[in-house]
């Protein structure tokens, strides 16, 4: 399923494996426009198909503010409230450096190799 009117610039495709995962991938901009709106909706997903596993796929998001970091904290909390775990498959070197900057470290997401972090700054 694609999303045909997500709000700003951000483009959410969602797939399912069946009971074992749910697919979702987010590209473009995570910021205060739209970052409850993809919590919603991917709550909802959760929630309708109900996956032990939920992986985000992060990599072309390539622009994420405080309140896109608060959602994706959020999201690992909901998601995990609803016995489904979130596994960030991939994500943009912009996101972890805006991450870092804050000194976040969240364990649900993996760190880049240092070279895409040296280019993205």
């Known amino acids: 399923m694609t999303v045909e009117n997500p709000p700003g610039l951000l483009h959410v495709r969602t797939t399912s494996a069946g009971a ?3 697919n979702v991938s987010v590209t473009g901009e995570l910021d205060v426009s739209n970052s409850a709106w993809l919590r919603g909706w991917i709550v ?3 929630d309708r198909w109900q996956p032990a596993g939920l992986n985000l796929d992060l ?3 390539h622009f994420i503010d405080v309140a896109g ?3 994706l904290y959020e999201l690992h909390a909901a998601v995990r409230a609803r016995g489904c775990l ?3 498959v991939a994500a943009h070197p912009a996101v972890w ?3 870092d900057r804050l ?3 969240p364990e649900f997401l993996t760190r880049p190799a240092p070279a895409d972090l040296r280019n993205c700054a």
Do not use: I, N
């Open 20 to 22: 074992a995962a749910v």
């Open 44 to 46: 909802d997903t959760v």
């Open 59 to 61: 990599g072309g998001t």
């Open 69 to 71: 970091v608060r959602a």
């Open 86 to 88: 979130l596994d960030v």
């Open 97 to 99: 450096l805006t991450l």
């Open 103 to 105: 000194g976040l470290a």
